[in-house]
């Protein structure tokens, strides 16, 4: 990496940034910070914000506002999981010509006002139709209380002297109510009643307009529930059927509107998408400003650039800015957060993503991808250890491979491991006689290929996966050592770890006799230990026993498998023997057994492949905490640039 | 049939393998359940890595599971007939059951990582990958357990035998 430092007239900025954009291989810096620097705060001011961020902040809440309208009458139809991940459409490109700057934004007003223009009138009269759609059928509930009655509605309501009043009250109240009735209209009043329901009564009360008031105070008490019904026509059934007509209507005209609103949805969608698209692209590039400085005519960028992309970079803003600009590349120093890029081989490349997972190496780190492929291969495939099953994965991985994979560079990614693992635990699987546990065994061709009983070779098994412990384990302690070599700090490669490479020979040569030489080594381990570690050796120690034994989990995970599936395989070959429906029970078991031990113990070694690898391995050299390689780019997901 | 004293001590064990693996798992289980819950009533998309995290503590029971049909498988109960055992054979098969009962309580700790993880991973997704390394921790213990119950299997020649 090289730190770039721009120069130029404040007038080129944007075509720099929209150059650099292009480009996509710089990550541009804040170097607004240096005007707290001493020597330049007289010299340099904050580079105030673009004044179009607000404006492409409202032009995108807008659009969004219109796709919503879009997606609520129109929805986009949605891929299921299973599909999007193994055999997904292609995404669909959407051609469109290359527009930015000022013409965008005002392109971009010109698509909101008219697509707003074409929705308004839809939208506004869908509201009032649903609107009424509610009112009737609300209207439409009340009238199906009183169908019972055999009253024209044109009457209910005040008249010249009388007040007729609806209602429906519990029907043990009938009584109370005629009652009260006659108390407070000193008789004169008319009540009707039909029962709508086991306990409840509808009524008509007829009564003296004077009298309104108090008959309904006292009705009320009497949970007498008023419904009140204006500007009807006829008996209830004949307005019921009137309204249900109108809500036929209503009806009618709102999938008419909705059908208009899928008309525009279907013209305008993609217009909008793509030019939110290009908004966005051009707000990454507004979002900058304000990480540069500025003196009174010129505008000072600073950023970070690939070595191989240097020349590129350069002759881009030159030609721009015509040759009228300073160029600056310095190597970075010791202070800068130097942003990081993991360069891998192809395959490797894969697994950048299990290394992303724990967090991106420091500049200058050890990118350890290349070390993590192929211990979390070995790992992972000895705790499935089953052939049947690293076929399972290898077929998952393909499927992803061939399906998201094409489209999506994680899926693809994860395919890869998965397949890869599968090809590695088919192996294993081989070697140690799994084939869905013990039942491919009766071929006698597999059972040939078997050098490995894992269920009764256990304690060397265990041995094994100790070994491999150790072996891990003081790998990573050699890298360490030759990196911090490589790096210059001589003393923390001698002080971290060394003392363990020097430990083991000393033990192995005592324990074969040469105790001179065993005790020589002994005392150098001692001497680094307690030089780089002082009173904290004793915890080296109990630590790195404790890392090799953690990859007991090996063989007990291995174990862990081979054990379930040959409890499938024993459940199932003892329904097998019960007649045919028990053979048809010993199908399903098998087959269910088998895919749920797969799925729970490729995800137990997926886990536990990674944390050997994590806490264990990466512990002994490896430093995280870099800051991603992200340069200004123009990325575009839905549309292409003709 | 007559069981002898020796193969009932061993049945023993695979009881408290299983029983004590299913009662730590399914606190485990449950303690992340409920937080996962809260997480997918706020975003329902979240439920791949939530069922992830709630499958973690799981893996002691069947620990537990594996330990009690090694103990039937070694003494014949299981797909075989059923050998005449040592009463001290017996008492080992119980102390393998035992081991592996009892570090599965694991699952418990397990289970409250895997539900403050989910609240991580409620947060900010990213953290997915984290949260389940953080909560895989806690069950190095029960794979020890798991380890030392097969050792004494196959020490006394329970297992392979």
């Given at each position: 990496m090289k730190k770039l430092q721009i120069v130029?007239?404040?007038?080129?900025?944007?075509?720099?940034v929209k150059g650099l954009q292009a480009l996509g291989t710089v990550?541009?810096?804040?170097?607004?910070?240096a005007i707290n620097d001493p020597h330049l705060k007289d010299l340099l001011q904050p580079h105030p914000i673009s004044p179009n961020i607000r404006r492409i902040a409202a032009q995108n809440i807008a659009l969004n506002r219109l796709l919503e309208v879009f997606e609520r009458h129109d929805p986009e139809p949605r891929e299921g999981?299973?599909?999007?991940?193994?055999?997904?459409?292609?995404?669909?490109?959407?051609?469109?010509?290359?527009?930015?700057?000022?013409?965008?934004?005002?392109?971009?007003?010109?698509?909101?006002?008219?697509?707003?223009?074409?929705?308004?009138?839809?939208?506004?009269?869908?509201?009032?139709?649903?609107?009424?759609?509610?009112?009737?059928?609300?209207?439409?509930?009340?009238?199906?209380?009183?169908?019972?009655?055999?009253?024209?509605?044109?009457?209910?309501?005040?008249?010249?002297?009388?007040?007729?009043?609806?209602?429906?009250?519990?029907?043990?109240?009938?009584?109370?109510?005629?009652e009260r009735l006659e108390d407070i209209t000193d008789t004169t009043f008319y009540l009707g009643a039909s029962e709508t329901s086991e306990d409840r009564i509808v009524a008509v009360v007829v009564c003296l307009k004077e009298h309104v008031a108090a008959v309904l105070a006292n009705l009320r008490r009497l949970n007498w529930e008023r419904i009140e019904i204006q500007g009807l026509q006829g008996t209830p059934r004949q307005a019921i059927d009137s309204i249900d007509n109108r809500l036929e209507d209503l009806d009618q005209e709102k999938r008419a509107k909705e059908g208009m609103l899928v008309d525009i949805a279907r013209r305008r969608k993609d217009e909008l998408r793509k030019h939110r698209e290009l908004l966005m692209v051009e707000r990454q590039r507004e979002e900058n400003h304000t990480k540069f400085a500025r003196m009174e005519h010129v505008v000072i960028i600073e950023g970070w650039v690939p070595s191989n992309s240097v020349a590129q970079a350069v002759q881009e803003v030159t030609s721009i800015t015509g040759g009228a600009c300073v160029v600056d590349l310095t190597e970075p120093d010791a202070n800068d957060d130097v942003p990081v890029q993991l360069k891998n081989p192809r395959f490797f490349k894969s697994f950048e993503l299990l290394t992303r997972l724990y967090g991106l190496p420091t500049y200058n780190g050890v990118d350890p991808t290349l070390f993590l492929a192929p211990g979390f291969l070995l790992f992972f495939s000895i705790m499935l250890t089953d052939a049947m099953y690293g076929l399972i994965a290898l077929v998952l991985g393909m499927?992803?491979?061939?399906?998201?994979?094409?489209?999506?560079?994680?899926?693809?990614?994860?395919?890869?491991?998965?397949?890869?693992?599968?090809?590695?635990?088919?192996?294993?699987?081989?070697?140690?006689?799994?084939?869905?546990?013990?039942?491919?065994?009766?071929?006698?061709?597999?059972?040939?290929?078997?050098?490995?009983?894992?269920?009764?070779?256990?304690?060397?098994?265990?041995?094994?996966?100790?070994?491999?412990?150790?072996a891990h384990v003081n790998v990573g302690v050699v890298i360490n050592v030759v990196h911090k070599l490589k790096a210059g700090q001589k003393w923390k490669a001698v002080s971290e770890n060394l003392w363990f490479l020097f430990a083991q020979p000393g033990l192995i040569f005592t324990v074969l006799g040469h105790k001179s030489l065993g005790l020589l080594f002994i005392v150098i381990a001692l001497l680094l230990l307690l030089g780089g570690h002082k009173a904290m050796s004793m915890f080296q120690i109990t630590g790195f026993m404790g890392d090799i034994l953690s990859y007991a989990r090996l063989m007990a995970l291995g174990l862990c498998t081979t054990g379930i599936a040959m409890t499938v395989n024993v459940l199932a070959s003892m329904l097998y023997m019960v007649g045919w429906l028990g053979i048809v029970l010993a199908v399903v078991i098998f087959l269910f057994g088998h895919v749920f031990n797969f799925l729970i113990n490729a995800m137990g070694s997926f886990v536990h492949g990674l944390r050997l690898h994590y806490v264990e391995f990466f512990t002994k050299f490896y430093e995280s905490g870099g800051t991603e390689f992200a340069p200004l780019e123009m990325k575009f997901d839905i549309i292409k640039i003709k | 049939m007559e069981l002898s004293s020796g193969v009932v001590w061993a049945i023993m064990g695979a009881a408290i393998s299983m029983g004590l693996a299913a009662i730590a798992s399914g606190i485990g289980v449950g303690l992340a359940g409920v937080a996962g819950a809260?997480?997918?009533?706020?975003?329902?998309?979240?439920?791949?890595?939530?069922?992830?995290?709630?499958?973690?503590?799981?893996?002691?029971?069947?620990?537990?599971?594996?330990?009690?049909?090694?103990?039937?498988?070694?003494?014949?109960?299981?797909?075989?007939?059923?050998?005449?055992?040592?009463?001290?054979?017996?008492?080992?098969?119980?102390?393998?059951?035992i081991v592996i009962g009892l570090s599965s309580f694991t699952a418990v700790a397990q289970g409250a990582i895997a539900a403050s993880g989910m609240g991580a991973v409620a947060k900010r997704p990213e953290t997915f990958g984290q949260s389940v390394v953080l909560a895989v921790m806690a069950e190095t213990f029960a794979i020890f357990g798991l380890l030392i119950a097969i050792l004494i299997f196959v020490g006394t020649k329970i297992m392979g035998g």
């Open positions: 130029a007239l404040e007038g080129f900025r944007d075509s720099i990550h541009l810096t804040d170097y607004s910070e999981f299973i599909k999007a991940v193994f055999a997904p459409m292609p995404p669909k490109k959407l051609e469109t010509e290359e527009l930015s700057g000022p013409r965008l934004l005002e392109v971009v007003d010109g698509i909101i006002r008219k697509v707003d223009g074409e929705v308004a009138q839809p939208l506004q009269d869908l509201e009032s139709i649903e609107e009424e759609i509610a009112e009737q059928g609300k209207m439409r509930g009340l009238l199906d209380l009183v169908t019972s009655l055999d009253i024209d509605l044109k009457d209910v309501g005040e008249g010249g002297f009388t007040s007729v009043l609806l209602g429906v009250a519990p029907k043990q109240e009938l009584d109370n109510l005629r499927l992803l491979i061939r399906g998201g994979g094409k489209y999506n560079e994680m899926i693809k990614d994860g395919g890869i491991i998965l397949s890869s693992a599968g090809v590695a635990t088919i192996i294993i699987g081989a070697l140690s006689g799994g084939w869905f546990g013990g039942f491919g065994l009766k071929l006698k061709i597999l059972k040939n290929l078997m050098i490995f009983d894992p269920m009764v070779q256990v304690t060397a098994f265990l041995l094994i996966a100790l070994a491999i412990g150790l | 809260g997480v997918i009533s706020e975003d329902p998309k979240k439920f791949g890595p939530v069922l992830v995290l709630q499958a973690l503590p799981q893996t002691q029971g069947i620990y537990g599971f594996l330990g009690a049909v090694l103990i039937l498988i070694g003494v014949g109960v299981l797909g075989g007939a059923v050998k005449e055992i040592p009463v001290a054979m017996g008492y080992a098969a119980l102390g393998g059951g």
